[in-house]
């Protein structure tokens, strides 16, 4: 479904990625660990086209691309196969749950209003927001607003998702509730990549996890292999930190 190889990225001297590869399935949930500033939400700017690698290629649904390109054409076709869902929401905030959600598709997708009308109410259903169709942001929790975020992921149909942190600016409270929402899309067989901080979502939700340090991977495997026998003593370190509270032997 998605192959990533050798990317590479540089602010200024700053060399934030090098030499990143890796490969979802369709159906895989990619959970993406990493301490910060490991390059993780660089990593998934870049192949949003966010961002312009200074090297690397991914194939996605059957499409080669290189990295490194600036073509508007190539960028509106990934972005056409792609939903990126954002730590802050970035919801419009004069807009409502239901316009918030039928953008996606009226301006990126050229889809008709009425349309996009019924695909972003069943979205938004979907996300057990059917009842807050006419709130604007600031009417909705944090949690509420975020599952509008994935709504208007979901709408557009996309071949993958991906997820940066979409639960740390969350009150606590509230995490659940997008993180039982993202499970819910697993479950249904969604591709998704998620770049997250929780841990016990990574551990019993991703079908892989990818363990970034430094602007490489340092390690990639199954949940199992990786929470409980990790190869590298700087993944056996990092995950020790979070993993206080599991009863892990690591
Ligand atoms: N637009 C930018 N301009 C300059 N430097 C940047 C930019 N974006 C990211 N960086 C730098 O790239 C490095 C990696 O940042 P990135 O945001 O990818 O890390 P991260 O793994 O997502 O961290 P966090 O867990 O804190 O979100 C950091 O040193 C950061 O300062
Ligand atoms: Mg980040």
């Known amino acids: 479904m998605l192959s990533v190889r050798d990317v590479h990225k540089s602010f200024g ?3 934030v990625l090098k030499g990143v590869s890796f490969d979802v399935g369709e ?6 660990l990493g301490a910060s500033g490991s390059g993780k939400t660089t990593l998934l700017r870049c192949l949003e086209f966010f961002e312009h690698a200074d090297e690397g290629e991914m194939e996605l649904d059957g499409m080669s691309v290189d990295l490194t390109t600036h073509s508007a054409k190539i960028t509106r076709q990934i972005r056409q196969k792609t939903a990126f869902v954002f730590q802050n929401y970035n919801l ?7 316009e918030n959600v039928m953008l996606g598709l009226t301006v990126a997708r050229k889809t008709d209003k009425e349309k996009a009308r019924e695909i972003a109410t069943a979205a938004l259903a979907k996300v057990g927001l059917a009842e807050r169709l006419d709130y604007y942001p600031c009417e909705l929790s944090g949690g509420q607003q975020q599952r509008v975020g994935i709504a208007r992921a979901l709408a557009v149909n996309p071949k993958i998702i991906f997820f940066d942190e979409p639960t740390s600016a969350l009150d606590p409270e509230l995490v ?15 591709t998704m990549v998620v ?14 996890v990818i363990y970034m340090d430094g602007g490489v991977i340092l390690e990639q495997g199954k949940p199992d292999k990786i929470f409980t026998q990790p190869e590298n003593e700087r993944t056996r370190k990092f995950l020790a930190r979070y ?3 599991f009863d892990y032997n690591i």
Do not use: P, Y
């Open 13 to 15: 001297d700053n060399h």
């Open 176 to 190: 659940g509730e997008v993180l039982d929402t993202i499970k819910q899309l697993a479950k249904e067989g969604t």
């Open 27 to 32: 159906g895989d949930v990619v959970a993406v």
């Open 243 to 245: 993993l206080q509270d």
């Open 92 to 98: 419009f905030n004069n807009k409502t749950a239901l």
């Open 195 to 208: 770049v997250t901080h929780e841990m016990s979502f990574a551990r019993d939700v991703a079908t892989k």
